[in-house]
C-alpha cells in the first residue's frame, strides 16, 4: 500500500497545491513528477536529481537516488520520490525544491510545499514530552523563585526592598500565588489532551475552540483559520448557535473537504468590499472524500448592494482542468442584501440546493455565458426568489437550471433565459414581474404543473412576457391576472403557449394576444363539432335568419364546416349558440368574417346562463319557481352587452368572461349574437374556442 501523488510541474508556471502525507510514514509515501517547460515534456536524460526538504523544524532533508528518487521514464520527465520516515518527522508544512545536474551545471525549480499531518501515535509520544519539558521549565522557575526568597529575610521593611516587590513585605504569597496560577494552567494543559485523546475521528471543530487571536481583526480570519484547519485534518466544521460572526473579508472555502453546520448563525458581510463574500471552489472532482460530500447548511449570510459584490460564488475565473466545484449540497441558507446572490462560473455543475431562500438582492442567481465546463443541472428544491430585481439570470448555452417546488415572488422580472434551459415544477409564481427569453443558444423556460398569479394591470405599460425564444406553461393554474383588452401581452415575436393550463379571472390571459405564432387557449372547437354535423334546434336558433353550412375549403388547408347566417335588411335579427358546459366559469371567442363591413356597435354579443331540456319538459330552479316554459328559454343575462363590428377578413372577436359561478341548474352557456338594422348580408362562423375553468 502507498499514498502517492501524481503532479504535472511546469518551469514556467508552478501550480501544486493540496498534497498531504502521514507523520512518521516511511518508503509509502510517493511524490510522482511529470516535469513540464511551458506545457511540453521535459526530458531529464542524464540529469542527478535530488529532492531538498525544509521540514516544519527548519531541519532540512536531502534525498538522491540512493535514498528513494528513481527515475521512471528520463524522456517522457517522469521520475519519483519515496519519502523516508526523516522527511516526515515532524508535523507541519514541508517545502520541497527539485534540482537537475549534468555536465556541471545544477538548475533548482522553484519550491512547492505539502503538509505532513500528525500522526496519533507519534502525537501522542510528543504531548507527553511537550508536558514533561513544561514541567522541568516550570520547576527550574520555582526553584529560582524559592532560592531568592531564602536569600532574602522573611519579611523586608525596607523602604527601597518593599517598593522593588511593589510593596510586598513578605514574598511567600507572591509565590504561592505564582505557583498556583502554574499548577493550573498545567492542569488545564492535561484536560485538554485527555480531551483530544478520547476524541472521536468524527466529532466536528466547533468555532468557539477557535477564538480571535490578537492579530485578527474581524471573524473572517478566525473562519479562515477554522475552515482551513478542518480541510487539513478532514474534520467538519460547528459555529456557534445563533452567533453574529462580522466578516469584513472574502472566504473560501475548499468543498472536496468540507462539511460546515452554520447552528443558525449570521455571517455579516456588510463591511466587506471584496468582490465576493464566500468562494466555493474543489481541489478533487466531483468533490467527494471517501463517503464525505461537501456541504454547507443552516446560517444567514447578509450584504450590502452597495459593495456590489456576491454572496456564493462558485468555481473558478478561468478553467483548471480536472477541478470542479460539483454534487455538493447548499442546505438552508438564507443569503440577502447582496448585489448577487449566487453566481456559476468556470468549473461549477450538479449543485445542488434544499430550502434556500435569496431575497432582497439586485439578481438572485446568475449564469454567465463567457467561463468553460459549468452550468450542467443546476437543482433547487423548495427554495423561495423574492423581492429583488430579478430572480433568475442565464446566458449559458450549456446552462440548465431545475426548480422543484419554489417560489418566484414579487420581483420585477422572475425568469430570464438568454440562453440554455429553465424548467419549472409545481412551482409558484407571483407579482407584476416579467418572463424573459432570448433566441440565442436554444433559450427554453417549460413551466409545468405550477400556479402562476400575475398581477401587471396595465400590460401597456409593463408586459408579462418579453419572448423571443420559447415559452411554455404546461398543466397550469393562472389566477389574479387583468390584463387590458387591446394590448398584446407579449413585447416579443417569439411563442407562448399554454398546454391543459386551467385558471380563474384569466380568459384574457390565455385567450388574447400573445402574438401572431403564439399557442392560445387550451380547448379549440370547431362550429361542427358544437352543433353536431346537422342543423339541431337543442344545439343553436334563429330569428328572421337562415342558417347553412359552407363546406368550402378552410384558408389554412382544411376542410371545416362553416356557419353562414343571412339576415334580413332593416330586420331585427339574432343569433344563438348554446355550448354545454363542464366547469363553473367560462370564456370564450369567436371566429367571424363577413361579406362586407360591419361596424361597431352593429353586432351585440351577449352570455347568458340556460338550460336545456331537449323534450321541452318545463325545468323546476332550486327555489321552486317555474324557469322555463319550452326548451331553449334563457333565464339571466351573464357578462352583458359587448358591441363589435366584423370586417370581410377572418378575425377573432373575444367576448366578455363570466367571472360567475354556474348555478346548480345551468346546464349550458348561450352565445346570443344580435344584429339590427342592419342590410341583408353573409356572416361567416367557422371556429369558437371555449376556455373553462
Not at 555 to 573: L, M, P, Q, R
Not at 638 to 659: A, F, L, M
Request: hydrophobic share 35%; glycine share 6%; charged share 20%.
Amino acid at each position: 500500500m502507498e499514498n502517492r501523488y501524481k503532479i504535472n510541474y511546469d518551469l514556467k508556471n508552478k501550480t501544486i497545491s493540496n498534497i498531504k502525507f502521514t507523520q512518521g510514514d516511511n518508503g509509502t509515501s510517493v511524490i510522482e513528477v511529470n516535469l513540464l517547460d511551458g506545457g511540453l515534456v521535459k526530458d531529464v536524460e542524464g540529469q542527478t536529481i535530488k529532492f531538498n526538504f525544509l521540514r516544519a523544524d527548519n531541519n532540512a532533508v536531502v534525498q538522491t537516488s540512493t535514498t528513494g528518487v528513481t527515475i521512471l521514464d528520463s524522456t517522457k520527465g517522469k521520475f519519483e520520490c519515496a519519502l523516508q520516515s526523516g522527511t516526515l518527522a515532524v508535523a507541519g508544512l514541508v517545502k520541497c525544491e527539485m534540482s537537475f545536474t549534468k555536465d556541471g551545471k545544477t538548475l533548482s525549480t522553484e519550491s512547492f510545499t505539502f503538509m505532513v499531518s500528525a500522526s496519533i501515535g507519534v502525537l501522542s509520544i510528543n504531548y507527553i514530552s511537550a508536558i514533561n519539558s513544561k514541567l522541568v521549565e516550570w520547576q527550574n522557575e520555582f526553584n529560582l523563585m524559592k532560592a531568592e526568597y531564602e536569600a532574602s529575610t522573611h519579611e523586608n521593611t525596607t523602604v527601597e526592598i518593599v517598593n522593588a516587590r511593589n510593596g510586598e513585605v513578605n514574598l511567600n504569597t507572591r509565590l504561592t500565588k505564582d505557583k498556583t496560577a502554574n499548577t493550573n494552567a498545567l492542569s488545564a494543559i492535561n484536560d485538554q489532551l485527555e480531551n483530544m485523546a478520547t476524541q472521536s475521528p468524527d466529532d466536528p471543530y466547533h468555532a468557539s475552540d477557535f477564538p480571535r487571536l490578537t492579530s485578527e481583526t474581524n471573524d473572517s480570519l478566525r473562519l479562515q483559520r477554522l475552515f482551513d484547519k478542518a480541510i487539513l485534518d478532514k474534520k467538519k466544521v460547528k459555529l456557534e448557535q445563533f452567533k453574529i460572526y462580522n466578516c469584513n473579508t472574502s472566504l473560501i472555502l475548499d468543498m472536496s473537504y468540507l462539511d460546515i453546520d452554520g447552528s443558525s448563525a449570521t455571517l455579516d458581510f456588510t463591511n466587506c468590499s471584496d468582490a465576493f463574500a464566500i468562494r466555493l471552489l474543489a481541489s478533487r472532482s466531483p468533490s467527494y472524500y471517501q463517503s464525505h460530500i461537501g456541504r454547507i447548511q443552516d446560517f444567514e449570510m447578509i450584504g450590502d448592494k452597495i459593495n456590489q459584490n456576491i454572496a456564493l460564488l462558485y468555481g473558478y475565473d478561468t478553467e483548471v482542468v480536472g477541478l470542479g466545484v460539483a454534487h455538493i449540497d447548499i442546505d438552508k441558507i438564507n443569503i440577502h442584501g447582496f448585489f448577487t446572490g449566487e453566481e456559476y462560473r468556470s468549473n461549477s455543475y450538479i449543485v445542488k440546493h434544499y430550502s434556500v431562500e435569496i431575497w432582497s438582492c439586485t439578481c438572485c442567481v446568475v449564469m454567465k455565458e463567457f467561463f468553460t465546463d459549468f452550468g450542467e443541472n443546476m437543482f433547487y428544491d423548495g427554495c423561495i426568489f423574492y423581492n429583488s430585481d430579478k430572480c433568475i439570470y442565464n446566458e449559458n448555452s450549456n446552462g440548465c437550471f431545475n426548480f422543484t417546488g419554489c417560489s418566484f415572488d414579487y420581483s420585477d422580472i422572475f425568469l430570464h433565459c438568454q440562453g440554455g434551459k429553465m424548467f419549472l415544477t409545481n412551482c409558484h409564481i407571483e407579482g407584476r414581474g416579467t418572463f424573459i427569453v432570448g433566441t440565442a443558444n436554444g433559450a427554453l423556460i417549460t413551466i409545468c404543473n405550477s400556479w402562476v398569479i400575475l398581477l401587471q394591470t396595465d400590460i401597456s405599460i409593463i408586459k408579462p412576457f418579453q419572448v423571443i425564444g420559447t415559452l411554455k406553461f404546461i398543466d397550469c393554474f393562472f389566477a389574479g391576472c387583468s390584463f387590458g383588452q387591446t394590448e398584446e401581452c407579449n413585447s416579443g415575436t417569439g411563442l407562448v403557449t399554454f398546454t391543459g393550463s386551467e385558471g380563474y379571472a384569466t380568459f384574457d390571459l390565455a385567450h388574447a394576444r400573445y402574438g401572431a405564432n403564439s399557442a392560445k387557449v387550451n380547448k379549440n372547437i370547431e362550429i361542427a363539432s358544437v352543433w353536431g354535423t346537422s342543423i339541431s334546434q337543442d344545439k343553436h336558433t334563429a330569428v328572421n335568419a337562415i342558417v347553412t353550412y359552407d363546406n368550402t375549403t378552410f384558408e389554412t388547408g382544411v376542410n371545416a364546416i362553416k356557419f353562414a347566417k343571412t339576415y334580413g335588411g332593416g330586420s331585427e335579427s339574432s343569433f344563438e349558440i348554446d355550448i354545454p358546459l363542464t366547469s363553473k366559469r367560462f370564456g370564450y371567442r369567436i371566429r367571424m368574417k363577413a361579406t362586407r363591413e360591419i361596424p361597431d356597435a352593429t353586432l351585440m354579443f351577449r352570455n347568458k346562463w340556460v338550460s336545456i331540456i331537449p323534450n321541452g319538459e318545463t325545468n323546476i330552479a332550486l327555489d321552486g319557481t317555474s324557469k322555463y316554459l319550452t326548451n331553449l328559454i334563457t333565464n339571466e343575462m351573464v357578462t352583458g352587452e359587448y358591441n363589435r363590428g366584423i370586417t370581410t377578413e377572418w378575425s377573432w372577436i373575444t367576448c366578455p368572461t363570466s367571472q360567475l359561478i354556474k348555478p346548480t341548474w345551468v346546464t349550458h352557456n348561450r352565445l346570443s349574437i344580435n344584429a339590427f338594422n342592419i342590410d341583408s348580408n353573409d356572416i361567416f362562423i367557422d371556429r369558437i374556442e371555449v376556455y373553462e375553468f
